[in-house]
C-alpha cells in the first residue's frame, strides 16, 4: 500500500528458533524495539516499523517439521509460505484451513500472528479453532513449546490463543501445529449476477439451504469494484450481457465429496433461481473446467490488487450486519460528498466485497479509492466510519488486525474493562516493550 514507513537500519533473518531466542533476548537486554515479519502482506501496517526497530524476518525458516496423513496434522515452521504448505498438502490429499489472495507470499506464522480470516473461512472456521499448537519465543527469549499435536488438550489456560491475532506484540510466533482438512473430491463454483443488493441475504438463505454441506464460500462483490478488475484485468470477466443491469456480484464455491452429486445439486439451485417468479439473479456463470474455476476466483482474489493499481486505498475491514453492507457504503458515499471529496483529485469511488458467511454480521471490506492519501480524507474518513460501526455494534476490524492503523479505533469496538486487561497482559508477557512496539495498544 505504500502508506507506512520507518527508518530500519537492520533486518534479521535467523534460520532457527534458537537464533530467534537469542536475538531476541540481546534486544530484551538492550531494550530494542523488533518488529516480527512475515510476508509483508498485512494491510493495517502491522509488520511495518513505527521508527528505528530491528526488523526480524521468518523468511528462513520455511521447512515442514512434519505431517500425519492419518491425522492430518501438519507442524511447520512460521516462515513457510501458504501456498507452499498447499503444495506440500495436495499429493497427500489435503487442504490447508486458510486460503487467502496473498497467498503466494504470505506466511504461516503472520498467519497466526494475524488470525487471518480469509475465503474459506465459511467452511474450515477461524484460526483459534484449527491450530492446536505453537511454538512461541517469549519477549525475555524463552521458548514457549506448545507444539502438541493433541486436538484434545484439555489441561488448563490455553495459552497458545493469546498469540492468535496478537500481531507478534506477546511473543514471536515460530512453529505452528494446525489441523489440515481432507481434500474435497470436487469444487466448483459459480459467478452470480444480482440485480440489486437486496437480495443478497435471502439468496444466502436460499443457497445454504440448497447447498448445505457442500457450500465452502459466499463472496461478496460490488458492481464498482468489479468494473475495476476487470479495467485492471483480475481474472476472467462475465460477457457484457450476464453483466448488464447487476448491481452486485456473489461468488459461490462448493465443496464436497462427489463430482456428480455437487454438480447436479449446483445445477438445481441455478435453476430454481432462475425460475422463481421473482428471480434473486439475473444469470449466473457456472466454471466448467478447472481454469474456468480459477479464473472465477482471480476475479475474487485480485480485487486488493486492482484497488491499489486504480489509486491509493483507504481500507476499512469490518463486521456489520449483512444487510447493512450497501447502507455503510452510501453513508460513506454520501458523507464524502457533503466534505467535498467525492471528486476527481480527491476520492474516486467508495467499493465494497467481502466474506458474507463468516457469521451473522457480515465482513465487509470498504475500500475509499483516492488519488493519494490526505490528511483532509483521512479526516473526513476517521472516525466516522469507526462511530458507523460502533452504532451497528459491529467490529473496526473482522479480520486484518489493528496493527498500527487502528490502535486509537480498539474502542469503538472493544470496552475499557476488555482494553485494561489486554494491557496487563501485555505488560505481564512484555514488559520493557520491546515486542512490536506501537502496535495494537496504543
Ligand atoms: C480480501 O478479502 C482481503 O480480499 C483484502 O481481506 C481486503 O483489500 C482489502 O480491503
Ligand atoms: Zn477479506
Redesign the pocket.
Known amino acids: 500500500m505504500n502508506k507506512y514507513h520507518g527508518k530500519s537500519t537492520t533486518v534479521l533473518k535467523p534460520r532457527t528458533t534458537k537464533e530467534v531466542s537469542e536475538i531476541v533476548k540481546w534486544c530484551n537486554d538492550r531494550r530494542i524495539g523488533i518488529v516480527p515479519q512475515g510476508g509483508n502482506t498485512g494491510?493495517v501496517g502491522g509488520s511495518v516499523p513505527v521508527k528505528d526497530e530491528l526488523i526480524l524476518s521468518l523468511a528462513n525458516m520455511s521447512k515442514v517439521r512434519a505431517f500425519d496423513d492419518v491425522s492430518g496434522i501438519l507442524v511447520a515452521d512460521a516462515g513457510c509460505i501458504l501456498q507452499s504448505l498447499s503444495d506440500y498438502l495436495a499429493p497427500h490429499n489435503y487442504v490447508f484451513p486458510l486460503d487467502?489472495?496473498a497467498k503466494g507470499s504470505c506466511q504461516v506464522g503472520g498467519n497466526v500472528s494475524t488470525n487471518a480470516g480469509g475465503?474459506r473461512l465459511l467452511r474450515y472456521g477461524s484460526l483459534h479453532g484449527t491450530v492446536l499448537g505453537l511454538e512461541v519465543v517469549l519477549p525475555d527469549g524463552t521458548i514457549l513449546d506448545q507444539l502438541t499435536a493433541l486436538r484434545k488438550d484439555n489441561t488448563g489456560y490455553d495459552l497458545k490463543q493469546l498469540f492468535i491475532g496478537a500481531e507478534g506484540t506477546l511473543g514471536i510466533v515460530t512453529g505452528v501445529s494446525i489441523l489440515t482438512a481432507p481434500a474435497p473430491q470436487a469444487l466448483n463454483n459459480v459467478m452470480l449476477a444480482l440485480p440489486k443488493f437486496d437480495n443478497v441475504l435471502p439468496l444466502f438463505k436460499e443457497v445454504k439451504r440448497q447447498l448445505s454441506e457442500i457450500l465452502s464460500a459466499f463472496e461478496y462483490i460490488d458492481r464498482s469494484v468489479y468494473d475495476l478488475a476487470v479495467k485492471h484485468n483480475q481474472g476472467r470477466a462475465l460477457d457484457a450481457e450476464e453483466v448488464e443491469g447487476a448491481e452486485c456480484f456473489v461468488l459461490v464455491e462448493t465443496s464436497g465429496g462427489n463430482r456428480e452429486h455437487d454438480e447436479q445439486k449446483l445445477n438445481n439451485l441455478l435453476e430454481s433461481l432462475m425460475e422463481a417468479d421473482e428471480p434473486l439473479i439475473n444469470t449466473g456463470v457456472l466454471a466448467t473446467s478447472p481454469a474456468q474455476f480459477a479464473s472465477l476466483w482471480a476475479i475474487r482474489?485480485g480485487?486488493?490488487e486492482a484497488?491499489s493499481k486504480e489509486g491509493k486505498a483507504y481500507?476499512y475491514?469490518i463486521s456489520v450486519p449483512l444487510q447493512k453492507f450497501q447502507e455503510v457504503l452510501d453513508i460513506t458515499r454520501e458523507h464524502l460528498k457533503s466534505k467535498g471529496l467525492m471528486r476527481e483529485g480527491a476520492v474516486r469511488h467508495v467499493v465494497g466485497?467481502?466474506?458474507v458467511g463468516d457469521g451473522k454480521s457480515g465482513n465487509l471490506?470498504l475500500?475509499v479509492v483516492a488519488d493519494a492519501y490526505t490528511p483532509e480524507i483521512e479526516a473526513a474518513l476517521e472516525p466516522f466510519v469507526y462511530e458507523l460501526v460502533a452504532k451497528y455494534k459491529g467490529s473496526v476490524s473482522a479480520?486484518?488486525g489493528i496493527g498500527v492503523m487502528k490502535t486509537h479505533a480498539l474502542q469503538y469496538s472493544k470496552n475499557a474493562v476488555s482494553i485494561d486487561w489486554m494491557k496487563r497482559i501485555k505488560q505481564l508477557f512484555d514488559p520493557k516493550g520491546i515486542m512490536n512496539p506501537g502496535k495494537v495498544l496504543p
Do not use: C, I
Request: no cysteine; aromatic share 6%.
Open positions: 494491510l487467502l489472495g475465503l482474489e480485487l486488493t484497488v481500507k475491514d466485497y467481502g466474506h471490506h475500500n479480520e486484518h
